[in-house]
């Protein structure tokens, strides 16, 4: 069963990469997250060296690669982990021994490595791998077999990461995404936590043929998010306030299909909120409007794809720091575009039908002032969920829905993420964590006879 | 309750039929589903409603008792499925639910195998994630917990997404026909590390697995058991904490110039001083506050994803 409806053509098998796919590199088991763009000449930086990831075409995701040391220079290969049974020193299964050890033979004053960094390069040059000079310098460590079984464990690992780096390929998702920007450029998102990111989308019901409309102000990555849900079904509305469309660079970061694509289009507030009968004088200043932005929204895209440019000319690599420089050469990653301007018929029929959620995500506007103007546009009974870093806009925002009988199971909640270290007898909560995924206000709204439409 | 099809969508022009699935809402926290049914009448602490004057009102709409009491009729979702449905079992909630449905990648499309099935919560969900072309598998050993939510899955209308099978999935695993076609695959069973390697059989390269338990001594022998097939192994656990928001008129205590923290008996301030006008009248605040009372724990998150061989 795959996952996406087949595009006309051969059956893309998603969990396969192909050329010009996004991808998410997982680098040293998080240390470090980069998207790219796969394609023949884009490459990627670990520490001082390049490597093509063109080895990385064609494989299933979920793939590790590990640097090695050609013969003229290094390269990503595939690297299969060795499995439980040839593994048990790094103490995985085995419970742990009864430990004598401790640290009060270990003195910090930088003897204890024999190896010197003229050493180590003379070994590369004669071709050793990473694996190979990780176990030299344990070998030649004096303080080695003093440390714990723990320590040892935790050694090794410093140094395989740093001679034998290792690539982990991913399947972007919004999952994968919002953490790897949420780690990352948690502003850039409005620190929308992964968490909060997967309560929006139930507390809005998002679900297959549903219209879902959605106020995205970090980034593109709730519109995605509600799209990968939507699977090519139903529509996003991606509205904006003012003339201009938010940016949604996020979204190129999905791997949508056209499919999905054509369901993510974009409507002004103003357009969205425009009486239904209105006189051809208004009509036509409207449609003044709408050139104006069709023209912004060439300039979007005009960005978006030098940006792709500058992905695949110069490394196909984004820090996921999507910048806009320009540069004229190199092929561009075939992405199809989300974020058409959405038809006439299609605003008018989300007018007559209503929409059937609401999603806000705005960390730096009043969400009451939002809601009041966008709450009309959702069908009775359509629940919403509206993001906020800051608990207060949403306070303000629950007790006016109240006041003024908009809407009902009006809910302000925060979720609480904790990640636990589980290992044979050293199981606890990890030392640090998130502080806030942020506030969401969910309900769901009323009708009433007062209301309008 | 999904939308698997325009009439059954709910909108502007879709109004309560003869036969549709309402969740009766009291209080956020009084809720009940109901079919309705022309000639049947809801009896509650309001007094008596007649289905009658529900159908043709829009969904969300207010409606009145013979004693003047008043409920709303909202739309099924499965987050207020998940408040009124009867409870078979111990159930997950939304944050759990939320959270696992998009740590396992659930898309539309997907294959999702689940045991138990217990009263049914999460696979509403599931069924959710994966339509419109996919489908969710799910099982439980009790024969007449799965009957149950075959019914309910019946009356809300997701019984096309859902199949629901009787099988003691620790004793004997999964069936063999999944064996490579699962995306994804949830576990809630009181010794998960049991099923853990016929799971691994039913999963996609790269496909992902999660394991509800709510002791820690589960998760540290699922987790062991995980380590030979599986990568990416992380456990969490996902509490919800919620505030109550109330406006709050604020008794703005005068502090002196100097440090004393007395409060003085109201002088005339010359109008010369810093603005302090308004300030003796208190102004309302809205402000907010976590509940007194919450949940604790519900349970251990732990997820992995198969190895890519």
Known sequence: ?453 | MLLMDSSTKISFNRCIRDGDLVVVYERHDTMKAVKVCENSVLQNRFGVFKHSDWIGKPFGSKVFSNKGGFVYLLAPTPELWTLVLSHRTQILYIADISFVIMYLEVVPGCLVLESGTGSGSLTTSFARAVSPMGHVYTFDFHEQRAASAREDFERTGISTLVTVGVRDIQGDGFPDQFSGLADSVFLDLPQPWLAIPSARNMLKQDGTLCSFSPCIEQVQRSCETLRSDFTDIRTFEILLRTYEVREWKMDHLKVNDGNSTACPPRKRRQPSSEANVGDNASSPAVMARPSAETRGHTGYLTFARKCVS
Not at chain 1, 83 to 91: A, P, R
Not at chain 1, 101 to 127: C, E, H, K, P
Not at chain 1, 141 to 153: G, I, V
């Open chain 1, 1 to 453: 069963m795959s996952e996406n409806k087949p595009e006309s053509g051969p059956t893309v098998n998603p969990r396969v990469t192909r050329e010009g796919c996004s991808v998410l590199l997982d680098i040293n088991d998080g240390d470090r997250l980069v998207f790219a763009c796969l394609s023949a000449g884009s490459t990627l930086k670990i520490g001082n060296k390049t490597f093509s990831l063109q080895p990385l075409i064609g494989c299933p995701f979920g793939s590790l690669f590990q640097v090695e040391s050609g013969k003229e220079k290094p390269y990503l290969s595939r690297f299969i982990p060795p499995t439980e049974e040839n593994n048990v020193q790094d103490g995985g299964g085995c419970q742990l021994q009864e430990e004598s050890r401790d640290n009060r033979a270990i003195i910090d004053n930088n003897q204890a490595q024999s190896l010197t960094g003229d050493d180590i390069d003379a070994m590369r040059r004669q071709g050793a791998t990473g694996n190979e000079i990780v176990e030299a310098l344990i070998a030649n460590s004096a303080t080695f077999d003093k440390k714990t079984q723990f320590s040892q464990e935790k050694y090794r690992l410093k140094k395989q990461k740093k001679y034998a780096p290792r690539v982990l390929l991913r399947r972007p998702f919004s999952r994968s995404i919002c953490e790897a920007y949420f780690k990352k450029y948690p502003a850039r998102i409005g620190f929308l936590r992964v968490d909060a990111l997967s309560l929006l989308l139930s507390m809005a019901n998002v679900s297959a043929n549903s219209d879902v409309l959605v106020l995205d102000m970090v980034g593109g990555l709730v519109t995605g998010a509600v799209a990968e849900r939507l699977g090519g079904t139903g529509s996003v509305c991606n509205a904006y306030l003012g003339g201009t469309p938010y940016p949604m660079e996020i979204i190129r970061m999905f791997n949508f299909n056209n499919e999905v694509c054509k369901r993510v289009l974009r409507c002004s507030v103003n357009d969205l909120c425009a009486v239904q009968n209105e006189t051809s004088e208004q009509v036509s200043q409207h449609e003044d409007v709408c050139t104006m932005e069709s023209q912004s929204d060439e300039k979007t895209s005009l960005s978006v794809s030098t940006e792709e440019v500058h992905l695949s000319s110069k490394n196909g690599v984004s820090d996921l720091v999507p910048e806009n420089e320009l540069s004229t050469t190199g092929k561009t990653c075939k992405a199809p575009k989300a974020g058409e301007k959405a038809p006439k018929e299609v605003i008018q029929s989300w007018k007559e039908n209503g929409f059937s959620s609401l999603i806000i995500a705005a960390p730096e506007q009043d969400a009451w002032i939002l809601v009041k103007d966008l709450l009309p546009l959702l069908t009775y009974s359509a629940p919403f969920a509206i993001y906020h870093q800051y608990l207060q806009p949403l306070a303000t925002c629950m007790h006016n829905l109240q006041l003024e009988k908009m809407a009902i199971g009006l809910q302000l909640s925060e979720p609480w993420l904790r990640e636990y270290q589980v290992l044979p007898s050293r199981t606890h909560p990890c030392m640090q964590m998130s502080g806030s995924g942020g506030y969401i206000l969910s309900g769901t709204r009323a009708y009433s006879n007062t209301s309008q439409s």
